[in-house]
């Protein structure tokens, strides 16, 4: 079975020198700089700072964001084919692809994911949760069906990347993290970024944005036993939310929550996907 891995992942201190060694390499080019954290007593923070200060030296484009950003939307293109039994379509639609080839991802990784931005994968961001994998961000997108004048809410803020692709296609995103340091990392990032169409809230998601309900989608990043009735009821007649429901850390599966226009339900299974548990005290 197919399962596309959102698991949040813990990264040991060998693993942390390996990621750091990589980036070390891509950052300083022909200059061969290696950290063996089996032999050489260093820590990851002393070794990020070593990141920082080589960043610095090094022009804007040595690290060819592009080019990486252009290879890893190809083959969240080669995904949507190899998932198409499933999703039902073998590509996303364009303006989605434009909006995840426009945002910048490693700007939204922690330093020590920094080399491993444009990866296809979800990669960790710190307080047990992870930045999702771009082929999911793109495909719970293109689920959505996002038009320029939607209004659209998203549980689970974290490192800001989902919001920030949303608001290229929409009109306002409103977004809540029940992490209170992930929520203001990413406030101060996507102000920094310019991203002025989205607004964040410190909360539990399960119960949604009463005060700014109806919404025309919902897209929730973290998976949760059940689909949240606050939330069916805050999505507008001929809305759509994507939701992974399941147990946590096992295998769950990508929900479309549809509502018509008479405010009937209709609820059909996707894709096998692992999130991070959708949390609170629900």
Known sequence: MLVINELAF???MKRQGTVIDSLL????????VSLIVSRV???????????????????????????RRQHMVDEIREDAVATAFYIGKKSFEPKVMAA??????????????LALAYRNTPLSIG????????????????????????KVLEVGTGSGYQAAVLSRLVSKVYSIEIIPELSNIAEQRLER???????????DGFYGWPKEAPFDSIIVTAAGGQIPPPLVRQLKPGGRMVIPVGSPYSVQHLMMVEKNARGEVSVRQVLPVRFVPLTGSH
């Not at 426009?102 to 330093?111: N, Q, T």
């Not at 047990?128 to 082929?135: D, E, H, K």
């Open 41 to 67: 007593k260093v820590s990851l923070w002393a070794s990020v700072s070593l990141c920082l200060l080589l960043m610095v030296s090094q022009p804007s484009n040595a690290l060819n964001w592009e080019e």
């Open 127 to 150: 307080y047990g949760q992870t930045i999702s994998q771009p082929y999911i961000v793109a495909l719970m997108t293109d689920m959505l069906q996002p038009k320029p004048d939607h």
């Open 10 to 12: 813990t990264i040991d």
């Open 100 to 113: 995840i080839n426009f945002v910048p991802r490693h700007e939204f990784v922690p330093l020590f994911q």
């Open 193 to 203: 970024l310019g991203y002025s169409n989205v607004q964040l809230r410190i909360g």
């Open 25 to 32: 390499r891509s950052l300083t080019g022909s200059l061969l």
